[in-house]
């Protein structure tokens, strides 16, 4: 069955500090996403990659950088966290032509 | 750009009664766009309820049933007699052939079903 696990699952960071969410999946797609969801708003898409080395601005990526050192892994980095980053993140892979899995979300919370 | 709106929640329905959710889009960068259903039950993650890639089409799922119907723009969810188990929140979602470049979401619909 597809799986894709985030890590934390939640997290309190200090406004300024770094903070990385990570996502692996064991699905072998080649596309990932990173999307938030906060109240009001749907799931808002961040980054996506196409495969290990490519990275992709979505609709919201002010603030954010993603990284995909491999097939399995994709990473969020907030480099300077701000309260208004305070959200839930998903990730998800997704085969081309093919239904996108979600992870069970972080939760970020930024003091 | 793309956009999807569906009934804003929360909803409160009775087991056995019937149950919509109305979603529309607007797809302005995708020329044949794919329409989805996900649900999250609670304490649960974010999981595909149907989809259907063709105007014209039906899905179907666990009792569910939405057609994809171009000329009004809509994808609406229906269920003919809801059980307690169907209490979740739902996202209408639309995307591209390939979907390789995400979803665009609605903002989820809140249903919850009373015995």
């Known amino acids: 069955e597809a799986a894709v696990t985030q890590s934390p699952r939640n997290k309190v960071a200090v406004t300024g500090g770094k903070v990385t969410l990570s996502c692996n999946q064991t699905n072998n797609h080649n596309n990932m996403y990173w999307y938030r969801q906060d109240t009001g708003h749907g799931l808002r898409l961040i980054h996506y990659?196409?495969?290990?080395?490519?990275?992709e601005k979505g609709d919201i990526p002010d603030g954010y950088k993603a990284s995909r050192p491999s097939q399995e892994n994709f990473s969020l980095i907030l480099e300077l966290a701000t309260p208004s980053q305070t959200s839930v993140y998903f990730c998800?892979?997704?085969?081309?032509?093919?239904?996108?899995?979600f992870g069970p979300g972080t939760r970020l919370l930024v003091l | 750009g793309d956009s999807v709106t569906q009934t804003e929640g929360p909803v409160t329905v009775s087991e056995s009664e019937s149950l919509i959710i109305n979603c529309t889009y607007s797809a302005t960068s995708i020329a044949y766009p794919n329409l989805f259903w996900y649900v999250r039950y609670p304490g649960e993650g974010l999981q595909l309820l149907l989809k259907v890639i063709t105007a014209g089409q039906k899905g179907s799922s666990r009792g569910f049933e939405a057609t994809y119907n171009k000329e009004t723009t809509s994808f609406h969810l229906q269920k003919a007699s809801v059980q307690e188990s169907d209490s979740a929140v739902y996202y209408c979602a639309l995307g591209d052939n390939n979907y390789a470049q995400g979803l665009t979401f609605g903002l989820g619909t809140r249903v919850s079903v009373f015995p």
């Open positions: 990659s196409y495969g290990a080395g490519s990275t």
């Open positions: 998800a892979s997704g085969g081309q032509k093919d239904t996108q899995y």
